[in-house]
């Protein structure tokens, strides 16, 4: 078993990002600027939206936090969208989701210039990658593909089961491991909330993606000997023995599904440091005036 290593693989990343800063600031580009959107407290959505500021920071970058009252309009919240659209010295525009229930996501998504979707949310985005065109890819799936490719697993061929139909995970994900190119080239099984015999299904899985947001839901008995496993969740869960009193847990139940399988993304430490790398490769391709290569550099998004 290997571990899918998300500090080495975003380390990595994030010094090509840093060098090709460099390097287009050399030729006269700007300084990337990502603007990111958090409305209300929520504690996880501080905690992300910190760390990609941070990140900001790192790769010499520059961001702007708008922190809005969680009581603030829909309208409200789309005029500032729309004031940053018409701002030529941002770049990129990130909302954080959830928004309060008396905002409609989709509403303040679409409300993005899609030159500056670098969550790759809009159905602009959405739309290009489902046809191979270039665009932001959702930053999450861009990440996982990142990852992949760094270690050169080659999907072509595999029965890859997506746990999971979110706009921002499951079902984009399923686009990208179906699609003609490497990574991808999979036979790809969507399941959900719904899904019947989800454990005779995942059993039959070369890879799992667990993208359904239950702490420890994919356990050994759902997994084939070999398998390689993608944990996306992020789930905190109460541990005494912790000066928090909580502690971070993926959708897989690790300790006893790591032992089976081939590969397998820890959590903490996997795929959220990924979902950075892939908005700061969209952040630098927006002040770069282009998007995003459809999954990699040279790979193009043909369908064939
Ligand atoms: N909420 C959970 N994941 C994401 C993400 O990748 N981007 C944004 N904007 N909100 C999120």
Redesign the pocket.
């Known amino acids: 078993m290997q571990i899918l290593d998300g500090v080495l693989v975003s380390g990595h990343i994030k010094e090509q990002i840093k060098q090709d800063v460099t390097d287009f600031q050399a030729a006269g580009g700007k300084k990337p600027h990502l603007a990111?959107i958090l409305v209300g407290n929520n504690p996880?959505?501080e905690a992300?939206v910190g760390s990609k500021v941070k990140h900001c920071d790192e790769l010499g970058f520059d961001s702007t936090l708008l922190r809005f009252e969680k009581d603030i309009s829909e309208a409200f919240l789309i005029g500032e969208v729309e004031r940053l659209n018409s701002d030529d010295s941002i770049d990129g525009i990130?909302?954080?989701?959830?928004l309060p229930d008396h905002i409609s996501g989709d509403a303040v998504i679409n409300a993005i210039s899609p030159a500056k979707d670098v969550?790759g949310?809009h159905p602009i985005s959405l739309g290009k990658m489902l046809l191979g065109q270039p665009t932001f890819l959702?930053?999450?799936p861009y990440g996982i593909m990142l990852m992949l490719e760094y270690y050169k697993i080659d999907t072509s061929g595999m029965h890859c089961v997506i746990i999971g139909r979110s706009n921002?995970?499951g079902t984009p994900m399923t686009i990208l491991m179906s699609r003609a190119s490497n990574p991808g080239n999979a036979t790809v099984t969507m399941c959900h909330s719904k899904t019947k015999n989800l454990k005779e299904i995942t059993k039959t899985a070369d890879m799992i993606i667990a993208a359904i947001g239950r702490p420890k839901y994919v356990t050994a008995d759902m997994v084939k000997p070999g398998a390689i496993i993608i944990d996306v969740g992020i789930n905190r869960v109460d541990d005494q023995t912790k000066k928090s009193g909580s502690r971070l847990v993926g959708d897989v139940d690790f300790d006893n599904v790591a032992p089976l399988c081939s590969y397998i993304t820890p959590v903490p430490k996997g795929v959220g440091l990924m979902?950075i790398c892939?908005?700061m490769k969209n952040t630098l391709q927006a002040a770069k005036r282009s998007p995003s290569p459809a999954v990699s550099e040279g790979e193009g998004g043909v369908t064939k």
């Open positions: 990111a996880a959505s992300y990130l909302v954080q989701l959830p969550d949310f959702p930053a999450t921002i995970v979902t892939g908005l």
